[in-house]
């Protein structure tokens, strides 16, 4: 891992995080999607995650930012019960646009604009990356911790030093 500057540190680690969501949630079973965990649907807290990536790690006041074509009123609020259901397939292709979108955030970010507040917005850039890192993995935590209660399975993760897998891998540990 190059570790000569902070932006290079910032996009390994966005990377594995990255890899590290999508490969969890397709540890879901189907018949966990729709099973309620702390009075919100699974998927539900699923979207609530990557909504907020999606909002929040490049710029929350984005005069540009759409929400997704699926978003309805309140969808991404774990405190608000909502009558849509949203399916495994749409929120993957949901994730693939995050994905796309932040690694061309962080291939183009460099040290001098950590520091630096995006446009109209009260926090610098370094805040809301650190800030979606603590909460994506606040609520990685808490599906991984399902996961793992309801099948004995510890979906994989790539920790610090551990290879992207190249093609077929085990999901699990």
Known sequence: MVQEKYSDII?????????E???????????M???????????KHVYHMLHSLDLW????????????WFHEKDLNNLDVVTNKLLSRETLEAYFLEIEKKIKNYTENLEDDMLLLKPEGCKYTRFTLILAQHRHLHT?????????????????RVLGLEGK??????????
Request: charged fraction near 20%.
């Open 11 to 19: 996009k390994e680690q966005t990377n594995r995080a990255l890899w």
């Open 21 to 31: 969501v999508e490969n969890v949630v397709t540890c879901i079973p189907d018949a």
């Open 33 to 43: 999607w729709e099973k309620e965990y702390c009075g919100m649907p699974l998927w």
């Open 57 to 68: 790690f490049i710029n929350p006041d984005d005069p540009g930012y759409a929400n997704p």
């Open 139 to 155: 609520h990685m935590g808490m599906i991984m911790g399902v996961i793992t209660a309801e099948t004995g399975l510890w979906p």
């Open 164 to 173: 992207f897998p190249d093609g077929e891998y085990e999901k699990y540990f």
